[in-house]
């Protein structure tokens, strides 16, 4: 897919901060070799190779653009181009994190099992994913990808329910693990700017439909969902925009 990194960078504190609150997390552990699924531009895969000096650290993302700015950052950390559809660690791995990334993959039934068995023993798999597809910057999205002449176009692009309920986690995880520790937290995000909701949304859930749309009918697609926005998501008398987001964290130790 074509990301953006300086679309995505423009929330960067917002982005950022359910990375530190999933490594807050952590339990006690001294990791030998770390990897990075979904690195992205590489924020959180830097924080690690710091923290931890003398592991080993990998960032993978299949991203050409996310990894060109990981690369551009100066790090230790080793970057890798592949698709974690199909891409799986072939070492024992002592943490294994993910922020903000498998909610595009498919099958997490299969998925977070076959990544419990990549982790060497003690080892951690640590995961959040946003859990925010029913709030208005969502539904109003496929709303709008549902009324419009993109409709079939768009169909198979958007997918509606990437991340299950946190009880299917725990099922498909503590059978195989000695601890699993899932929460979900909803960040009321503050931002501001001209219907910053839809800047947000143009950095992630949106790339999906600036692939498959182009010229006049994304522009056309663009203002009727950021009519929507606008009214959803007024701004408050301070100029703000308050954007409430709920995430889902897992930390699993074998
Ligand atoms: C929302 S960004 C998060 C980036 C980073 N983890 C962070 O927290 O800033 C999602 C990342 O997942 C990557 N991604 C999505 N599907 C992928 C796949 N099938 N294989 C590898 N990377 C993928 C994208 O390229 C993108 O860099």
Known sequence: ??????????????????????????????????????????????????????????????????????????SRVRWMQADLRDWRPHWPVDLLISNAALHWLDDHQRLFPELLQTLAPGGVLAVQMPRNFEAPSHRLLYETAGE??????????????????????YDWLSPRAARVDIWETEYLQVLN????????????????????????????????????????YPQRPDGNTLFPFKRLFIVARV
Not at 14 to 36: F, G, M, N, Q, Y
Not at 148 to 169: C, F, I, N, S
């Open 1 to 74: 897919m074509a990301w953006d990194p300086e679309q995505y960078a423009l929330f960067d504190v917002w982005r950022r901060r359910p990375a530190h609150d999933l490594v807050a997390a952590l339990p006690s552990i001294e990791p030998k070799t770390v990897v990075d699924l979904g690195c992205g531009g590489g924020q959180l895969a830097r924080l690690l190779a710091e923290r931890w000096p003398d592991a080993d650290v990998l960032g993978v993302d299949n991203s050409p653009a996310m990894l060109t700015w990981a690369e551009g950052t100066a």
């Open 148 to 169: 419009g002449p993109w409709a079939a176009k768009l169909k198979e692009a958007l997918r509606t329910k990437p991340v299950h309920a946190p009880r299917d986690y």
């Open 193 to 232: 700017g001209d219907v910053p909701v839809l800047q947000w949304t143009r950095g992630t859930t949106l790339v999906p439909v600036m692939e498959t749309l182009q010229g006049e009918e994304l522009d056309a697609f663009l203002a009727a969902y950021r009519a929507k926005l606008e009214a959803a």
